[in-house]
């Protein structure tokens, strides 16, 4: 089997076109089937449901297979994690093993809950081949880590500071990496981990493949992208102010905290809310709320970093198998989770980065179906919803919970008006919501 030459056209009215080249022929890639990918891959594209690339897929994998580094905006839910996946494996069936055991490819991840899920879609493309994957990541038993990594591994999907603690005791063999992947590169450098990961990149082969994945390409992620990639393609699908159509934002005002209790009890037991994920700020207060929540009857569980990992592993399986309705949980929720039954999102407190709103709220309204995220915000929290709707352009549609109408009058904001400078005053005139608000 060979490689198919892929050639790339852009202009700059239209993003980067693949055309497959077959017997001297430009096919434009629409379907999975036009990436001539090795038997094995395309049944388990075939088994997984996919029919067609999404557009990070259809840009990501003839640039990968062509041996190009990639630079890439893509947020999850996108498909991404197949858009590096697909084309890895394909490599690793084309070229044989060089060097001694240790992994061919490594994907490095910022939380464990992502690691878990990239394993999943390993597991999943990787069904019909026989692939040897695993992940070394913080909270879980050494020893059976240090087995895998003596293994000839085809996959290793690590956090950057274990895979750190493994790399100082000379227990990671580095001499067959062909591939090495940073997951969502941002969060892992918001999380502090830059030195690490210079520090695991310097011990990599310079002659690799390195593919950044990001959801925002700005900043520090710049300046590490252009340490450690050489010439890549840059993806660019998704910016700052990506809209969610198919989840309806509500934002609903409470006048404090035990309005905002009462607030989230009444949105909890709607019908329509089959499950729910819901932010705190801190770890103790999604503890608390929790066994609140318990209390009052409804099906609900912590998750934050600091439960141990089996139990974090429990409760997101109970989640994604529907047999918990609530989780509460800090920002370590608000990227990577995929659980298709997230009917809402609601932000007990808003996020302290206005940028994680848009990640928090991308957990519901996946696949195709529509989502509600609720903000309950407290007049403490005003500044912190300027900075989303200024972040995101739009104004959130304001609603009331009858019999729960705050008695505070709010602010009034208009986006489109904020200057870069300050933040744009509150509206004079105080009015509280009536009429033209809707439920
Ligand atoms: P990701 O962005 O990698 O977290 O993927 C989000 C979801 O999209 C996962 O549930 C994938 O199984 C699914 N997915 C990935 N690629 C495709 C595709 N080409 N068609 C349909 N669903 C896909």
Partial sequence: MEFTTFVRTESKSRPAVYWSVKHGILLYMELFKELDL?????RAVEACGFEKPTPIQRESIPAILAGKDILASAQTGTGKTASFVLPAMQKMLLVPRHGGNGPRVLILTPTRELAAQVNAHIRDLGQFCKFTNGSVIGGMAYPPQIR??????????ATPGRLMDHMEKGRVNYSSLDIFVLDEADRMLDLGFIGDIRNIASKLPKKRQTLLFSATLEGKVLTIAHDLLKDPVTIQLTSNTVKHELIRQKVYHADNLIHKHRLLDSCLKRDELTQALVFTATKRTADRLASMLSAQGHDSAPLHGDLSQGARKKTMNR????????LVATDVAARGLDIKGISHVINFDLPNVAEDYIHRIGRTGRAGENGTAISLVSPEDWGKLREIERLTGMLVERSVVLGLEPEKASPEFQPQKARSSAFPRFGRRKRRFGSRLRR
Avoid at 38 to 42: R, V
């Fill in 319 to 326: 989640m994604k198998q529907g047999k918990l309705r609530i």
């Fill in 148 to 157: 895998l990594l003596q293994k000839k591994l085809d996959i290793l999907v």
């Fill in 38 to 42: 090795a038997d094995n891959l395309q």
